[in-house]
T-cell receptor, first 111, second 115 residues
Framework: AQSVSQHNHHVILSEAASLELGCNYS??????LFWYVQYPGQHLQLLLK??????LVKGIKGFEAEFIKSKFSFNLRKPSVQWSDTAEYFC?????????FGKGNQVVVIP | SAVISQKPSRDICQRGTSLTIQCQVD?????MFWYRQQPGQSLTLIAT?????????ESGFVIDKFPISRPNLTFSTLTVSNMSPEDSSIYLC????????????FGPGTRLTVL
């Protein structure tokens, strides 16, 4: 079965700082990779996804993620965060007909 | 994009009782999924609900505790039976994105507290 690891569960940043969240997965098949975001009081929603092609994918709100196959990683980045990026971020991998999620990163951006 | 609604949005229940959570999708979908998100934890898949067949449960989850119905292609229910405080969680349903590559839309969740 696939699994996902996310580190640094709690991240506190100042506005304009850069953000990078690590995601490592284990799965032997073709991977579909996702980052989901949950803003306070809102639904879980898709931030970005990777299926194939260019390993650098861009999502909503200035986020991007890079798939590095040799490292089994799909790290999320944003060069300059805003207060509105305060949220919980989940990395997920699809395999065996199911999504497996990491434990999430609680990101707090201080104005 | 699909719109998924859940009822109730939250509830506080007594130990030993049962709660049924409803999930409605605004379009027809073959599969629906039920997840649990315990405090400080990730989302864990409980079961996959296919219309017209028995739900498929993940390891650690059983039908007697979490019976699921899937009467049509837009609706599903999850019942949390004989509840204990350990069942206090957020329960979410999801459905695949039409034409997407295994993407899923999620409902807003049901926050359950068991006393």
């Amino acid at each position: 079965a696939q699994s996902v690891s996310q580190h640094n569960h709690h991240v506190i940043l100042s506005e304009a700082a850069s953000l990078e969240l690590g995601c490592n997965y284990s799965y032997g098949g073709t991977v579909n990779l996702f980052w989901y975001v949950q803003y306070p009081g809102q639904h879980l929603q898709l931030l970005l996804k990777y299926f194939s092609g260019d390993p650098l994918v861009k999502g909503i709100k200035g986020f991007e993620a890079e798939f590095i196959k040799s490292k089994f990683s799909f790290n999320l980045r944003k060069p300059s965060v805003q207060w509105s990026d305060t949220a919980e971020y989940f990395c997920a991998v699809y395999g065996n007909n199911r999504l497996a999620f990491g434990k999430g990163n609680q990101v707090v951006v201080i104005p | 994009s699909a719109v998924i609604s859940q009822k109730p949005s939250r509830d506080i229940c007594q130990r030993g009782t049962s709660l049924t959570i409803q999930c409605q999708v605004d379009s027809q979908v073959t599969m629906m999924f039920w997840y649990r998100q315990q405090p400080g934890q990730s989302l864990t898949l409980i079961a996959t609900a296919n219309q017209g067949s028995e739900a498929t449960y993940e390891s650690g989850f059983v039908i007697d505790k979490f019976p699921i119905s899937r009467p049509n292609l837009t609706f599903s229910t999850l019942t949390v039976s004989n509840m204990s405080p350990e069942d206090s969680s957020i329960y979410l349903c999801s459905a695949p994105v039409a034409g997407g590559y295994n993407e899923q839309f999620f409902g807003p969740g049901t926050r359950l507290t068991v006393l």
